[in-house]
């Protein structure tokens, strides 16, 4: 038999902190060690963990596979967690519990399971656990810190919103790092004067391009079936504001993506658009910008590019940054 592909697929990996709400058993790991958590989820094994932040995002995204066939979905949503396949097993009987077409898992035993991204070409992995997230970012995959909030999911109507912002995120960070060092005006004056050369991109560019390919399918459903309904929408939710919002809309352009809305905000309050918009799942570099979103919607941080950097005083040289501490062996 065949080996089944992954290449033509959107694949998002996503772990089981982001996926559920594991406040309980993280509560036993801490409080009482890996032994008690053992014990604690062996016990619970029959009972279904409740949704994550993450969870209305992968349940409607999942839902779109009816666009393809059982033996050709166009989604696939696989497992990456730090849990071993015997904690884990609480984990996929609660998958099949809620009726996530999710099979597939990877389980290291308190390692870290970002390093496995490349073996799945995944798109993007979704973690609660933050220090997991940046090490994959700095290694140059697509990954986003899932903030504590409420999942957020309204009539099951299988729509699926999603939200980017543009720079260090879909972009690469080379025009924030003007604004940054040079001041609003300076960016100003650099994008209008770059406004037909597109960016680089960033982290999610790929995440883009494939739920851009969902879209076509979609439209090409509509062709064919009049009646149906579109569900994927798409909307860039950026602090760019005239003249500078030629070129992201040009770097779009360029990358053949579609996207249904853009709002280009000149630094008013993301969080009174995202209020609005309501979207399943919305992705930022910047964290303050995050801490109004999340009251709204659910909210991811992509740790990437000058916004994250630490600030070091000019005084201290390179080789006085401090060691970024190794991750421990909590569950995810």
Same mark, same amino acid.
């Given at each position: 038999m065949a080996p089944y592909e992954l290449k033509d697929r959107l694949v998002i990996g996503v772990a089981?902190?982001?996926?559920?709400?594991?406040?309980?058993?993280y509560q036993v790991f801490r409080e009482d060690g890996l032994a008690a958590y053992r014990v604690y989820q062996d016990a619970h094994l029959d009972v279904p963990l409740a949704p994550g932040v993450a969870f209305p995002f992968i349940k409607r995204l999942l839902g779109l596979n009816d666009l393809g066939t059982p033996e050709d979905p166009p989604v696939e949503v696989i497992i990456l967690s730090k849990n071993d396949p015997d904690t884990g097993l609480r984990v996929m009987r609660s998958i099949a519990s809620h009726g996530l077409d999710i099979t !597939?898992?990877?389980?290291t035993q308190g390692r870290s399971p970002y390093a496995f991204m490349p073996a799945f070409t995944m798109s993007l992995f979704l973690s609660h656990d933050e220090d997991d997230v940046r090490r994959a970012v700095q290694m140059g995959l697509p990954a986003g810190h899932v903030l504590s909030s409420a999942p957020i999911d309204d009539v099951d109507?299988?729509?699926l919103r999603i939200a980017f912002d543009f720079d260090g995120v879909l972009a690469d960070d080379s025009a924030e790092r003007i604004?940054?060092?040079?001041?609003l005006a300076a960016f100003h004056q650099h994008e209008f004067a770059n406004r037909v050369s597109p960016q680089d991109p960033g982290p999610l560019r790929d995440l883009l391009v494939n739920i851009t390919k969902l879209q076509r399918l979609e439209?090409? !459903?509509?062709?064919?079936?009049a009646t149906y309904r579109t569900r994927v929408h798409v909307s860039i939710v950026t602090a760019r504001s005239a003249p500078s919002h030629e070129r992201a809309v040009t770097t779009l352009k360029n990358w053949g993506v579609m996207v249904n809305d853009?709002?280009?905000?000149?630094?008013?309050d993301k969080g009174r658009v995202i209020e609005v918009l309501r979207p399943h799942i919305f992705f930022d570099d910047q964290t303050p910008q995050l801490q109004s979103t999340s009251r709204h919607a659910a909210s991811v941080h992509v740790p990437y590019g000058v916004a994250n950097e630490p600030v070091v005083p000019a005084a201290v040289a390179p080789a006085c940054l401090p060691v970024v501490p190794q991750?421990?062996?909590?569950?995810a």
């Open positions: 089981s902190s982001a996926l559920f709400d594991l406040t309980a058993s !597939r898992a990877v389980f109507d299988g729509a604004s940054q060092v040079e001041g439209a090409a !459903r509509k062709l064919v079936d853009a709002f280009f905000l000149g630094g008013i991750v421990g062996a909590r569950p």
